[in-house]
Structures are given as C-alpha cells and as structure tokens.
C-alpha cells in the first residue's frame, strides 16, 4: 500500500509563506501531521535554510530540533545533491559535516537530486547518508522538451544503487507529467533501478491528483503531498483528496483526513483569503503552457513589470525554453531554471541575445555544474566564451571546513555554525551575530552579583531541564541553591530560583532597550507562547493602567515546556498590551508598552 510523505511544514518555512504563520503554529501543525500517518515529514531543505538565513532571526537547525523534539514521525530534509542545500558546490568536507549536523538534529529521510540529473555528483553524499545509518532517496528530474528524455532518466536510474539509494524517485516541478507518461516512467524506473519509486510533482488543474492516482496503481510506493490549502495555492497534490481517492479504489495509505483538516484549518488562520503571490491564475496558465516552473514564470513576471516591461512575458518564456535547448535541455530543478531564467531575462530587455552573460549561465555551458543531458549548442558555447568576460569558474576545490574556520574568526562555534558559513558567507554571519546578541542579553539576565561561572551552571541546568525531560533539579553550592523545576501544563507556573548567600533568578526573558520614544517596548526574547496569568482562571500579572516595579513579572513565555517569567526592566506604567492570551510569538514581537515613571511605584 502507498505511504504518503508530507511536506507542509517545509512549504510553510520557504517562500513565498516564509514567517507568514509564526513558529508557534507552525510548531503546532507539526504535532497534528505528527498524528496523522504519514511515513515521513519533510520540514527543512534548500528553500527553508535560504529564508532562514535571509531573514536572519531563526536558525534553520533550531527548527528542526524543536520538530524533532515533538514529532516521533520520520522527519525528511530535500537536498540538491552537492549544493546541499545553497547555490553553490561545497567541498566533500563539508558535505559530511552537513550530512552528520542533519542527521543529529532528527533527519531520517535525505532526498536529495543533482540539478542535472548527473547521478555520479551524489556519490559523496550518498556515502555520508548511508555511513550516518539514514534513508537516502534519488530524485531524477523530469522536465520535458527533447526526444529521449525517458530514455535518459533510466540510464541514470541504472546508477542508483551504485550511490547507495534505497528508493528513486520521480521528481516533476514544471507540471509537464501526463498520466500515461507517468505509468510508464514509474515502471521503467523501478525496472532500471530495482528500487521501490516515488512521485513528487507539481501541478495545476488536476493532473498533479491524476499523476499520483496512475503512479499508485502501477506500483509507486510514495507520493509527497500538503494539506489543502497550501495544495491549492502552491500547486501540489492534497493529501485529503488523495487519501480518500485511494480508500474508494481499495488502496489505503492508513492516513487519518480528519488530522490534515485540522492542520488545513491552523494554516487557514494564517493564510485565510489572502491571495498567495506569485501564483496567480495568469501565473499557473503560463507556467503550464510552456512546461516551466510557476515559481520561475512568477519571479520573471515580477522583474519585467519593475522594468516596465510586462508586456513581454511571452517572449521572455519562449526565450527560456530556447536557451534551454541551446544549453544541452538542462532540467529545471533549481538552481537551473533560475540560471536559464535570469540570462532569458537579459536577452529580452537588453533586445540582443547573449549581449551580456551571467557567469552561472557561463559556469553552466563550460560544465561547472557538471554534464548536462544533451550536447551544448557550438553556437552558444562560442558565444560564451567571446562574450562571456573573465566570470570566475566555480572552484575545483571549495573551501574546506578548516578554511571556513579560520576565515570565521571564532563565529562559528559548532558544526552546525560552519556548515551555514561554508554556504552562505555573510549572510550566515549576520544571522549568527543576531543569534549570539540574542543569547548575550540572556546571559545578562543574571540578576545580582552572581559571578559568570555560576550564572553559567544555572543555564545549563535549565538545558538539561528542557532536554532530559526530568522534572525538577535542585543543586547547592558555595552558599547558593538553585533549583529548576518543569511544568508539564500551560497556566502551571515553574518555579526557577536561587537562594543563599547569592541571590538569583534565570528567566531566559528580556525587554529591548529604550528607545527614543517615552514608552519603553517590552518585546518577547524567545519563540513561545504568551500567557498573561500564572494559571489559568488566575487574575493576570498586569492589566493596562497598572504601575509595576522593575522587576515585577509582567507574563509568563512557554518555550520547549518550561514557562519562563518577563519581567520589567524599568518602573512604569503599563500602556499597552499587544498579545492575546495563548498567543503564540516570534522572537522579537511586541508584548507591553510601559511608560517610565521617574520615582519608584508604590506597591
């Protein structure tokens, strides 16, 4: 009987959704999908780490372990083969140490294709998957326009086995499969392979559904679906309609529907009517007119209509269509079709064809991403090369991790730091400077005359709290007692205090600092759920108009079930509250306004 492996926690933590449902929810959907059936959850890949690391807040490796931490479902993770989960090659050195970070966090599932179809540029991260005792699956990109095609997505099938997969699968993002092409590439591939295959495809106006229902029947073991809405505005199969079509034709997926209506309706809370850029109507019809990507035919739109050009959409299409000819019918799995994109984009507006040349279009034809499927037109390649500038090669041998180190400069204080680093270079450096603030101001949180080493013992007594599920740790000191206790329940206030000679407490909360404006911004310091009352039917800490003391606990912030006191840095008055109670937030969302007073409140 098929498996269904979902994808919606992934879909929500890419764009274009990135930080539209707060971590909170998507936390939450995650336990519901958790409870449903599915053979696997992919929840991180290439666009995941990409929005991540651009909005610099979260790191992609956080969110993975707070998944894994309340999920016992196989979680998955879509690489694109040697670039990982970036633009770029990354050494064989840090390929491994990717693999073993993922693999530690709770990956169980690697799915991973190469942009060409090229099978033997997955063999290191194959050996590293296989030697990490996890599940490695084979994407082949199917992306139509040459005779043979099929042909040469078998030839590669044969392969398979060689890189250590346990399962291929047919990977379609332009939504050019037909059900009667599926059938027999289904076959075909297992045939070629000797594995169990699977489908993930993309796909408007019905097909996508008809795909999965033909793949099924003719022994495809696994289909990747989402729940509703994001099926119908991301083009993907649902995993409602799918389940019950299958149950009427006998083939059970052992998958609860009620579970993916409840998680429909937490991602409709977010979403609702809200129509999705970039996949209109207009968007879906052309994407499926010339067999392209839709996110592809969105992103081009988009930069026409700022050169004022949006009238030549069409041409533009045609012209990607063309140049994918010309550069050997490449598949359109990113980061390609974004490559082929943006040199049809230069084509079109500068009205000369190959006037100017991107040096991925140039890395392409002089085969730095490896071999494409077919031969590169003369033409094209001589075009390159009298035009294509001095665009550096990408490197034969990319940074090692031992050079990402020491460029870092003491940044990278773990595997999972110097992965980031490897791929994404300043962007990941701002991100880990956020993330580093972030944990200063914690430190500072250390009230009294506590001595850094001592303030340390009481944060790693709260990890050990948070990680080991023991319910309450009490030590004794040098004078000091510090005890930590959990609360299993929302509204059951912990109890985190030191007493003795030292006093202490560790609330893991923070305010911002002034700003210029009178009132001081109280502002969450974690991912959690606000709760305005010690428990539930108790009065709440603070209503608006009330005078607090520094120090006074202004709400409580469920993080990883421990509920952790906010409390305020300044005398005031409170002026506003901007979070409902059992909210969830985001680091960095707004909770209080006090205005300070200048002599103490009486209390």
């Not at 930069?303 to 299409?317: E, P, Y």
């Amino acid at each position: 009987m098929p498996q269904l492996f979902d994808t919606t926690v992934r879909l929500l933590s890419q764009e274009p959704l990135a930080g539209r449902v707060p971590t909170g929810e998507v936390l939450r959907i995650a336990e519901i999908l958790d409870r449903a059936g599915f053979g696997c959850l992919e929840v991180s890949g290439g666009g995941v780490f990409d929005a991540s690391v651009r909005r610099g807040v979260e790191s992609p490796w956080e969110r993975i372990r707070a998944i894994d931490a309340r999920t016992t479902t196989p979680l998955g993770l879509a690489l694109r083969g040697r670039f990982l989960v970036g633009s770029k090659p990354v050494s064989p050195d840090i390929v491994r140490r990717f693999i073993a970070c993922a693999a530690e966090n709770g990956i169980d599932v690697f799915r991973l294709h190469d942009p060409l179809n090229d099978v033997s540029n997955l063999r290191e991260a194959g050996e590293a998957i296989v030697g990490a005792g996890r599940q490695l699956h084979v994407g082949l990109v199917y992306s139509p326009g040459r005779t043979g095609e099929a042909d040469a997505l078998v030839e590669q099938a044969r392969q398979l086995a060689d890189v250590g997969a346990s399962r291929a699968l047919l990977h379609d993002p332009t939504g050019a499969l037909l059900p009667h092409v599926t059938q027999e590439l289904v076959e075909r591939l297992a045939e070629a392979s000797g594995l169990p295959v699977g489908l993930y495809i993309q796909a408007a106006g019905g097909t996508a559904l008809a795909n999965a229902l033909v793949a099924t029947r003719v022994g495809a073991d696994v289909v990747a679906t989402a729940v509703y809405p994001l099926a119908l505005a991301l083009h993907r199969i649902a995993g409602e309609s799918l389940v019950e079509s299958l149950e009427g034709l006998g083939r059970s997926t052992g998958v609860d529907v009620s579970r993916l209506w409840e998680a429909s309706d937490v991602v409709d809370e977010h979403i609702g009517d809200e129509p999705l850029a970039p996949l209109a109507p207009r968007i879906a019809v052309r994407a499926a007119e010339y067999d392209l990507p839709a996110g592809l035919v969105a992103a081009l739109d988009v930069h026409l209509r700022a050169h004022a050009a949006g009238d030549r959409l069409l041409d533009t299409l045609s012209e990607v269509v063309r140049i994918r000819e010309e550069a050997g019918w490449p598949p359109l799995a990113a980061p390609i079709g974004q490559i082929l994109g943006s040199q049809a984009l230069l084509n079109v507006l500068s009205a000369r064809r190959y006037g100017t040349v991107l040096d991925e279009f140039r890395q392409l034809v002089t085969g730095g991403y490896g071999t494409p499927p077919a031969a590169i037109e003369a033409s094209v390649r001589r075009a390159v090369e009298l035009l294509g500038g001095e665009a550096p090669a990408l490197d034969e041998d990319p940074p090692s991790a031992a050079d990402v180190r020491e460029a870092a400069e003491g940044l990278a204080s773990s595997e999972e730091d110097l992965v980031l680093l490897a791929m994404f270079g300043d962007e990941a450096e701002t991100l880990l400077q956020t993330i580093r603030q972030r944990h200063s101001r914690e430190s500072s949180l250390l009230v009294g005359d506590v001595d850094a080493q001592r303030g340390e013992r009481i944060r790693e007594l709260v990890r050990i709290v948070q990680e080991s599920g023991v319910g309450e740790i009490e030590i004794e000191d040098e004078g000091m007692r510090v005890s930590v206790r959990r609360a299993d329940e929302p509204g059951t206030q912990p109890t985190t205090a030191a007493t003795g000679v030292a006093v202490a407490e560790h609330d893991l909360a923070a305010e911002a600092p002034l700003p210029a404006a009178d009132n001081v911004r109280v502002e969450s310091p974690m991912v959690g759920i606000f709760y305005r009352a010690p428990q539930p039917g108790a009065m709440p800490f603070v209503e608006v108009g009330d005078v607090v003391a520094a120090g006074q606990t202004l709400c409580v912030l469920e993080a990883m079930k421990l509920f952790n006191e906010l409390k305020a840095d300044v005398d005031g008055r409170v002026r506003a509250i901007h979070a409902d109670n059992g909210q969830a937030v985001e680091f960095g969302t707004l909770l209080f306004e006090l205005e300070p007073v200048v002599a103490p409140p009486a209390v």
